[in-house]
Nanobody, 127 residues
């Protein structure tokens, strides 16, 4: 069974950077698309970014384009989310999730397709 664990969250000042990691165990990630999602207090969960199983395709929410970069190291069974130029509105619990990579790209899988989720890591952007 695939298990995902996020790490790398924390408190950062506006304009700062964080790198989140999503480490998988139980199964290899080689065949899975991985998505990053976030949920702020009182708000719906939203998709942030998604990467294909090979790493050759990725997509981003408009709100993070140009600031966040998703990448993966299949040899380490890990996916990363590099977050730069952070803003207070990026404050949320960030989750990674996995789905077998069968969806067409660049659209990628829908949120409802993801079946394996991590427990989340808190990111707080505040001065």
């Amino acid at each position: 069974q695939l298990q995902l664990v996020e790490s790398g969250g924390g408190l950062v000042q506006p304009g700062g950077s964080l790198r989140l990691s999503c480490a998988a165990s139980g199964l290899t990630l080689n065949y899975y698309a991985i998505g990053w999602f976030r949920q702020a207090p009182g708000k719906e969960r939203e998709g942030v970014s998604c990467i294909s199983s090979s790493g050759g395709s990725a997509n981003y929410a408009d709100s993070v384009k140009g600031r966040f970069t998703i990448s993966r190291d299949n040899a380490k069974n890990t996916v990363y989310l590099q977050m730069n130029s952070l803003k207070p509105e990026d404050t949320a619990v960030y989750y990674c999730a996995a789905v077998l990579d069968t969806a067409p790209w660049p659209e990628g899988p829908k949120e409802a397709d993801f079946g394996s989720w991590g427990q989340g890591t808190q990111v707080t952007v505040s001065s």
